[in-house]
């Protein structure tokens, strides 16, 4: 059974820094999608980055609303992967979920939840003053 454990979400002000990590245990999918959605209340899932073997290597990517200000890497010897987000901001308010695909995404499917064989709990992240 795959597991993935998240870790480091929190509070901050306006233009904070925080890191999230998202370990996932049971098996080793280097060859997969690793990385993270968010979901603000009373709004839908939405795709925030991912780290995706691209069958010749490894590449990201990243939602519009987070490109520059967060940073996904992936240690594959930790099957971990982490979100660094900086210059945070009150709308990226929202409950932050790991996700991992065992497959190889075309990037047209990268932001669609179903394709993703594994979620963590959720940790939340608040921006507020």
């Known amino acids: 059974q795959v597991q993935l454990a998240e870790s480091g979400g929190g509070s901050v002000q306006p233009g904070g820094s925080l890191r999230l990590s998202c370990a996932a245990s049971?098996?080793?999918?280097?060859?997969?999608?690793m990385g993270w959605f968010r979901q603000a209340p009373g709004k839908e899932r939405q795709f925030v980055a991912v780290?995706?073997?691209?069958?010749?290597?490894?590449?990201?990517y990243y939602s519009d609303d987070v490109r520059g200000r967060f940073s996904i890497s992936r240690d594959k010897t930790k099957n971990t992967v982490y979100l660094q987000m900086n210059n945070l901001k009150t709308e990226d308010t929202a409950v932050y979920s790991c996700?991992?695909?065992?497959?190889?995404?075309?990037?047209?499917?990268?932001?669609?939840?179903?394709?993703?064989?594994?979620w963590g709990q959720g940790t939340q992240i608040t921006v507020s003053s």
């Open positions: 996700a991992l695909s065992s497959r190889r995404l075309i990037v047209s499917r990268l932001g669609v939840t179903g394709d993703y064989d594994y």
């Open positions: 049971g098996r080793t999918f280097n060859n997969g999608v």
């Open positions: 780290h995706r073997w691209s069958g010749g290597g490894y590449d990201t």
